[in-house]
């Protein structure tokens, strides 16, 4: 993997920021994480008061599992999604019209040939990972190519001048790959993440069942806290080996890329989530350049969520990935900033601030 150096937050910027947001006519800390999430770009662009943001959307495409025992489909499925991509008919498409943000779908890994789509980026590694009960679901040359791919598409995103991009993937079972990255890194137990079911096994049946195929590999970490940054990144490069695949790469080297560019990064469903446990764990600060979008009631989700100390904004019951989430979460950041630019201060709009309260003394003075 290529090295990178991603730097905090610019402080100086948030704080004169902050002042700004304080003083805006308004209750003090009334719009909440709408201030919050304007105060973090101020740090991620270093300039305190941002505005205009280039949007854009990322999505990586790859199935699952393709020499397991659930391929029924054989990419059927995520062809005919890709396919509207293709045809500009989709849902994302609409939404990032309306944020005039241009959408980048790219093949890193369908079962499905799909190079008679010719506005789908074809940069295909392997038609598909594999099914870990077979063997690990990517190779070590997979899962360096992938990481590079994602690291370039970031420098490309970042030449174009793009500050803040929605990610999002196509795909056919990934669940699986998810949810074994997600509780490897966050230390929970897999009987937590799976769901109940009426009929089949039970959930420990079925947690027992994973562990007979990846327990073998080596994957578990007991402490993550107590290994350095080598091998914390060896750590999770081994994971994305054995059971990350090749959407999963691709948007973690695209994502540390990124947070290298002083770029923000909106993430929705599990598969994105996972990339972003990656990440993080590779190198703290891309925390901070991360935002969450949709919440959706799946496990996995709530899980990663959860060892990240977000909180998702968008409540609508979601029932399609593909980037939707996360596009709709760009219209949050968008409005953060007409908040921060379009309002108002207290001195501008030549209103008597706070006299008493939690303004008092937050609330006074020429404000930029």
């Known amino acids: 993997m290529r090295t990178f150096n991603i730097e905090p937050l610019h402080a100086p910027s948030m704080e004169e920021c902050r002042l700004r947001i304080d003083n805006l006519t308004k209750p003090i800390y009334s719009l909440a994480t709408l201030e ?42 995520s062809y005919a999604a890709i396919k ?32 008679d789509l010719e506005y789908i980026d074809q940069q295909v590694i392997r038609k598909g990972s594999h ?13 360096e190519r992938a990481l590079e791919l994602g690291f370039t598409y970031a420098d490309t995103l970042h030449a174009d001048g793009l500050q803040v991009v929605a990610i999002g993937n196509i795909g056919e079972r990934a669940f699986l790959d998810s949810l074994v990255t997600t509780a490897t890194i966050t230390g929970c137990a897999y009987d937590d993440i799976l769901v109940h079911t009426e009929c089949g096994p039970t959930v420990e049946q079925r947690s027992a069942h994973i562990h007979s195929f990846v327990d073998r590999f080596n994957i578990a970490v007991d402490d993550w806290s107590a290994l350095s940054e080598s ?24 994502i ?47 899980e990663q969520c959860r060892f990240l100390g977000v909180k998702p904004c968008l409540h609508y019951h979601l029932q399609i990935d593909e980037a939707l989430g996360s596009t709709m979460g760009l219209s949050i950041i968008d409005a953060s900033m007409h908040m921060l630019n379009d309002m108002k201060t207290f001195i501008e709009a030549e209103v008597s601030v706070a006299e008493d309260g939690a303004g008092k003394g937050r609330q006074a003075g020429k404000i930029n």
Do not use: W
């Open 256 to 302: 540390l890329g990124a947070a290298s560019h002083r770029m923000a990064i909106v993430f929705d469903n599990a598969v994105t989530g996972a990339a972003v446990l990656a990440a993080v764990t590779i190198e703290p600060l891309v925390k901070d350049y991360v935002f969450p979008s949709a919440a959706y009631e799946e496990p996995i989700h709530k």
């Open 231 to 254: 091998e914390r990144r060896d750590a999770v490069l081994h994971l994305l080996h054995i059971a990350g695949g090749l959407d999963i790469a691709f948007l973690t080297g695209f």
């Open 84 to 115: 509207h991509f293709n045809e500009g008919r989709t849902a994302t498409q609409g939404a990032a019209f309306k944020l005039n943000a241009d959408v980048h779908v790219v093949n890193v890994g369908l079962e499905q040939d799909t190079s």
């Open 131 to 143: 099914f870990f009960g077979v063997e690990p679901v990517i190779s070590q040359d997979e899962l």
């Open 36 to 77: 919050l999430i304007a105060e973090r770009f101020a740090g991620i662009l270093a300039n305190p008061k941002p505005n205009h943001l280039r949007h854009g959307v990322l999505i990586a495409a790859a199935d699952h599992l393709v020499d397991g025992p659930q391929n029924n489909q054989h990419g059927s499925e």
